[in-house]
């Protein structure tokens, strides 16, 4: 894959075979940093583009979703959740071979439910800010 061979990616590792629809649009990758602190990433391709050519609103959205699961991992530990409420506010765009990133963070726990903010930036520009909230679900029986 394109991304797999950028050298922007250095250091991230690829987050797949949790979710076949982020696999689908992927790829998409994360890091933790000496602090253990996340930032998730992605490269612009071809098929994450609209019709004008610009980063598609709902891969933005994907990718912000994805990463909200990567910064909740350490707190559900083996818990499994899903996501229950996203709101998002796009700020600007971009084409084709971008390197996207993304951080965030958990602001609030409850034994339910976990919520969590955002920003997906390429470079210095903002591309939109998120927030979530998850619901801690059981496993499935069986």
């Known amino acids: 894959m394109v991304a797999e061979q950028d050298a922007r990616l250095a250091g991230y590792i690829l987050w797949e075979d949790h ?10 990758y994360y890091k933790r940093d000496e602090n253990g602190e996340v930032r ?3 490269v612009t ?7 004008q050519n610009g980063l598609h609103g709902g891969m933005l959205m994907t990718f912000a979703d994805y990463a909200v699961f990567i910064f ?9 959740a899903v996501t229950i409420s996203f ?3 796009f700020t600007a765009g971009v084409g084709e071979g971008e390197f996207v990133e993304t951080t965030g963070e ?3 726990e409850t034994p339910g439910m976990l919520f969590l903010r955002g ?24």
Not at 45 to 51: C, L, P, T, V
Not at 72 to 80: D, N, P, V, Y
């Open 87 to 89: 709101s998002s506010d």
């Open 19 to 28: 979710d076949p629809f982020e696999d689908y649009v992927g790829p998409m």
């Open 119 to 142: 920003t997906v930036f390429c470079g210095d520009t903002v591309l939109l800010n998120y927030s979530a909230v998850l619901k801690k679900v059981r496993p499935k029986a069986g």
């Open 72 to 80: 909740a991992e350490k707190a559900l530990g083996e818990q499994r």
């Open 40 to 42: 998730c990433a992605f």
């Open 45 to 51: 391709q071809a098929k994450h583009m609209n019709g």
């Open 106 to 108: 958990i602001v609030h």
